[in-house]
């Protein structure tokens, strides 16, 4: 990490602890939290529903939305963490758009671990048919990306304090 983080981006399949990680790292920093979801095109979340993958059409006005979001924050000086799967570099590149207080953590987990968090969940319009979808699009952040991995197979508290370390060693 290259400077101390404005925003902090959960990124990883569906399944992987973004959302419940992010509302607690932002509770414990005292900033910000969204859930990127919430962008999502109502034509998107049907496609989900319906057990049918994104395309990057889907998507891209979503990423947009979301990249917009970060943007309005900086300007207003707002420190927030977004859960955002963000799973290709293009993708995280919209998000980051050049800015490295930008982090982003990779939430990666074996597909059985991930399988095993989705199979019981009720209501939620991401069907667990759409995980392998999810791992076969997905690539891990690389070094030149502004990123953490943490590996979710601990309990949440365990994993925001790793976050919080991390953040508290940046320059």
Known sequence: MREKAHAIITVGVSGSGKTTVGEVLAKRLGWSFIDGDAFHLPSSVEKMRAGTPLTDDDRWPWLKAIAAEIARRRAAADRVVIACSALKRAYRDVLVDGHSDVLLVHMK???????????????????????????????????????????????????????????????
């Open 109 to 171: 987990g074996s597909r059985e671990l991930i399988m095993s968090r989705l199979a019981p969940r009720q209501g939620h319009y991401f069907p667990a048919a759409l995980l392998e979808s999810q791992f076969a699009t997905l690539e891990e952040p690389d070094a030149t990306e502004n990123a953490l991995t943490v590996i979710v197979d601990r309990d949440v508290d365990a994993l925001v304090d790793e976050i919080v370390r991390a953040l508290s060693q940046a320059t």
